[in-house]
């Protein structure tokens, strides 16, 4: 189940899929030489961006990874608006998450602090601003650190969202605690275990549930917080877990998968709330995944089904963005990262402004010809059969 190199569909892989049946890998060219320090594309919104992080330990549940700790700690990192023009910019990871990182996907050929250089663009610990602001949870595939989906997240708070990115402990390759201590991938060699995948969402949806609870004590911004318009976002299982959590949390009014397999069983009364699918061509009808076939029947509410042509499992994160600085050429036929990054910034903020801040969308009702790699299924997505 897992994709573990970056060359799979011509493009940086940051994480391995443990929620999508993999992609055939197609071949990807080295480039002659890395191309420098990746920067990541400039959010598109009208606010400023800050970040801090948030640290939380839940004594009320062991961790299902780690037997030797009876508490499950989680590193939370915020996104939000801010009227702070100077300060440091946020580093994407540390040095010694980037060597882990590098290490596990078996790239080499670059500095182990590669990854580390990447540019940001929010200012770090900088004084939130706003009022009556949204939520929006995200959470990111398996075995990928919160960071890759870093532009998505910078992205949405300058639209004016406040958007909380967990770290789900021993699930991603490294994860930095005070103090420096780094909590490892326990979880990696399990994915192909009887239950993995369900497992892993109802323990994320826990995660989400804690962090929604302590939100309110543990940061100082939280009254900037509509805690009446939270939403939730997450790419393959990541995704998966959007879904899982809305079953059990009421408090999550709208939800996105990005390309992940679902395991969580919705209701056969069916289930109400607005959700959207946005996706891989392996997410079309009749194809290599059927889950979103299954669950389609089911959402009985507001629901978009989209495809991207050209799209990679990891299209919905900063992973492709990282091609350049690793030394790798993507294959002609994939989406380019600019473009990937530019298709699922517009179609999330669409969905959330639609739902959360009861803004009207047209981009969501039909196909768009400034996006026409943008597939509505089932209706438009008859070629793919």
Request: aromatic share 8%; glycine share 10%.
């Amino acid at each position: 189940m897992r994709q573990i190199l970056a060359a799979a569909a011509g493009m940086v892989v940051l994480a391995a899929s443990a929620c999508s049946a993999p992609t055939p890998p197609r071949s990807a060219a080295p480039s002659a030489t890395p191309t420098g320090p990746a920067t990541l594309p400039a959010p598109t919104g009208a606010h400023l961006v800050g970040t801090t992080s948030l640290y939380l330990k839940d004594a009320s549940r062991p961790d299902p990874w780690n037997l030797d700790v009876d508490a499950r700690e989680l590193k939370v990192t915020l996104w939000y608006p801010t009227e702070q023009r100077g300060g440091q910019r946020a580093p994407y990871m540390t040095p010694k998450e980037s060597e882990l990182t590098l290490r596990r996907l078996g790239i080499g050929g670059v500095p182990n602090d590669t990854l580390s250089k990447t540019r940001t663009n929010a200012v770090k610990d900088a004084e939130p601003a706003g009022r009556n602001l949204p939520l929006v949870v995200i959470s990111p595939g398996f075995t990928n650190p919160m960071i890759t989906l870093t532009s998505l997240a910078e992205d949405l708070a300058s639209r004016g969202y406040v958007v909380a990115g967990i770290d789900h402990t021993y699930e991603s390759y490294a994860t930095t605690f005070p103090g420096g201590r780094v909590a490892e991938c326990l979880a990696c060699d399990s994915d192909t275990d009887p239950g993995f995948g369900t497992g892993v969402v109802a323990g994320r949806a826990a995660d989400v549930s804690f962090v929604l609870d302590q939100l309110p004590s543990k940061w100082d911004g939280s009254e900037l917080i509509d805690r009446s318009k939270i939403a939730m976002a997450g790419q393959s299982i990541g995704g998966a877990s959007a879904m899982a959590t809305m079953v059990k949390d009421s408090r999550v009014r709208a939800g996105i998968d990005m390309d992940g397999t679902t395991y969580a069983r919705i209701p056969k009364s069916g289930f109400s709330r607005p959700f959207m699918f946005l996706g891989s061509p392996q997410h079309v009808p009749g194809g290599r995944d059927t889950s979103w076939e299954r669950d389609w029947k089911l959402l009985t509410g507001w629901k978009r089904w989209l495809v991207l042509t050209g799209a990679e499992h990891q299209s919905f994160t900063d992973g492709p963005l990282m091609a350049g600085t690793l030394g790798i050429t993507p294959a002609y036929s994939v989406l380019p990262a600019a473009r990937a990054a530019e298709l699922t910034r517009s179609y999330v903020a669409a969905f959330l402004d639609r739902h959360l801040k009861s803004k009207r969308q047209p981009l969501l009702d039909k196909p768009s010809s400034r996006y026409p790699e943008v597939e509505f299924c089932p209706a438009t997505c008859g070629q793919w059969l």
